[in-house]
């Protein structure tokens, strides 16, 4: 990596279907030289939403003009409710108003929401047409973007509606963070701390002493962690495109955290990366208390949680920890996507840097565990 062209490419290796990520400052300006060579018509339809449009438009539409690519905008709601068939529908009406062909191409510039809802309508417009990954969230730029999930929410649960469905270029700019509110940084460090926790010891060792600089975003950093983010998650999704094995353990913290997301009304009251954290905290803790994982290691995640400024208690969202709450917590997790005859499926920590999935977790334990009995 040198100093005049920071930018770092890792693959991810899905035969023909594989794409490059690129990591790097500046890449929404330049985006129209690394997106020409895979458009079969020059045209894209931008897909952002009005808190990244103020900031990141203007400059990817100037990029894309300078390549001789013809664009149309379309601006939805930033937030976690965007993500619904209303949205969705209103979606797809706006980008075949466009008057797009087969070879047009989608740009979905924005965090997770503007990701997931982009890439599904991508799967779904015209049988399926290609779309390119510009994420601005640091929780975008190291899980959202990459591997090809894409879906909306529904009444029952998160990301229940969606396809499996690989974007042609993801463009990570570590520049676009610096207009991230510092809450939206941590919670995408939630997403950073994960990786070390399903099969690397070492980089979290090594998060132990640099997660500061990360969430500062120090550029050289920030630009490990999220090559080391994508490099792992990229590896799973090549050997596991369709989550039949170990791409599970990606979905650590996940059932527990959608869970506190449903609760929680899917709204700024509780980040998506904050979820996360909380249900990576409370899956060590269950461990601990099923006599699989180690009390130390559970607290040196507590207390590195907590150094990140990330919840490690539902009194900390504002959940009671009583019968109640755990009923209504159980409630999502039997709608979680990784039920199977309806058992509830669990991503739980042996040590850090060893996760395991749990097919049939106790039910009686998992309710005395939420209600802290």
Same mark, same amino acid.
């Given at each position: 990596m040198s100093e005049t062209n920071p930018t770092e490419t890792l693959r991810v290796e899905l035969g023909n279907r594989g794409y490059d990520i690129l990591v790097g400052p500046g890449l929404i300006g330049r985006a129209g030289a690394a997106i020409l060579p895979l458009l079969r018509r020059r045209q894209a339809v931008i897909v952002t939403d009005e808190n990244v449009a103020r900031h990141h438009l203007a400059a990817l539409r100037e990029s894309l003009a300078e390549h001789g690519i013809g664009t149309h905008t379309i601006v939805l709601p930033p937030g976690e409710g965007t993500k619904d068939f209303a949205h969705f529908g209103r979606l797809i009406d706006d980008i075949l108003a466009c008057g797009i062909e087969r070879g047009t191409m989608l740009v979905a510039l924005g965090g997770g929401v503007v990701g997931d809802i982009t890439g599904f309508a991508a799967a779904s417009v015209l049988r399926g047409i290609d779309f390119v990954q510009i994420p601005t969230t640091l929780l975008a730029q190291v899980d959202s973007s990459v591997g090809g999930k894409t879906a909306i929410n529904t009444p029952a649960g998160?990301?229940? +509606? /969606?396809? %499996?469905?690989?974007?042609?270029? +993801?463009?990570a700019d570590t520049g676009s963070l610096a207009t991230l509110p510092r809450r939206e940084t941590r919670a995408g460090y939630g997403e950073i701390v994960k990786y070390g926790l399903i099969r690397d010891a070492d980089f979290f060792d090594w998060l132990e002493a640099e997660g500061r600089n990360v969430c500062d975003l120090e550029p050289a950093a920030l630009t490990r962690a999220v090559m080391v983010s994508c490099r792992m998650k990229a590896a799973i999704v090549a050997a596991d495109e369709r989550e039949t094995g170990d791409r599970a353990l990606l979905n650590f913290g996940h059932t527990f955290g959608h869970a506190l997301e449903a609760e929680t009304g899917f709204g700024d009251r509780l980040l998506h990366g904050e979820a996360v954290a909380? /249900?990576?905290? @409370?899956? %060590?803790?269950f461990a601990v208390r099923l006599g699989l994982a180690s009390g130390q290691d559970a607290h040196r995640l507590r207390h590195h949680l907590v150094d990140a400024g990330l919840?490690?208690?539902?009194? #900390?969202?504002? @959940?009671? #920890?009583?019968?109640?709450?755990? /009923?209504? @917590?159980?409630?999502?997790?039997?709608?979680?996507?990784? +039920?199977?005859?309806?058992?509830?499926?669990?991503? @739980?920590?042996?040590?850090?840097?060893?996760? %395991?999935?749990?097919?049939?977790?106790? +039910?009686?334990?998992?309710?005395? %565990?939420?209600?802290?009995?």
């Open positions: 998160k990301n229940l +509606v /969606g396809a %499996f469905y690989q974007p042609r270029l +993801v463009l909380l /249900g990576m905290m @409370l899956a %060590f803790d919840p490690t208690t539902l009194a #900390e969202i504002g @959940l009671a #920890e009583d019968a109640e709450t755990a /009923g209504r @917590l159980l409630m999502h997790m039997r709608k979680d996507k990784k +039920v199977r005859d309806g058992a509830i499926t669990l991503i @739980l920590p042996r040590r850090i840097g060893d996760c %395991f999935e749990m097919r049939d977790a106790p +039910v009686d334990e998992l309710r005395a %565990f939420l209600a802290a009995t």
